[in-house]
């Protein structure tokens, strides 16, 4: 059975940092590409970060860029988001998610979706910037 359980999310004040964990079970980690989204309240989902299954290549959207850093663990089968300087506007409730897409539908998992080649999704952790 496929798991993805993402962990860390939770309340912290303008300026703070949060550490977002994503556990993997019943698949190979280094297979995939893997991805953090969020969906703000009345908002669709927007892609965050995003690490390529064949080069390691990484991808931001430009909101979050020199504050927030994707990483995995493929022996840990768990993909990380530290979260720095965090603002009101990045409160949502964060998902973690992995897949099998070719290098074009890669590089829109951080435009506008839908999003294609995403073959599993974690069911979210919430995350709530405020004072």
């Known amino acids: 059975q496929v798991q993805l359980v993402e962990s860390g999310g939770g309340l912290v004040q303008p300026g703070g940092s949060l550490r977002l964990s994503c556990v993997t079970s019943?698949?190979?980690?280094?297979?995939?590409?893997v991805g953090w989204f969020r969906e703000a309240s009345g908002k669709e989902r927007e892609g965050v970060a995003c690490i390529s299954r064949f080069d390691g290549n990484i991808l931001y959207t430009d909101s979050v860029k020199g504050r927030f850093t994707i990483s995995r663990d493929n022996r840990k089968n768990t993909v990380y988001l530290q979260m720095n300087s965090l603002k009101p506007e990045d409160t949502a409730v964060y998902f973690c998610?992995?897949?099998?897409?070719?290098?074009?539908?890669?590089?829109?998992?951080?435009?506008?979706?839908?999003?294609?080649?995403?073959?599993?999704w974690g069911k979210g952790t919430p995350v709530t910037v405020s004072s």
């Open positions: 998610a992995i897949g099998t897409p070719s290098n074009r539908l890669f590089r829109e998992w951080v435009d506008s979706g839908p999003y294609y080649g995403i073959d599993y």
């Open positions: 019943g698949i190979t980690l280094d297979d995939y590409a």
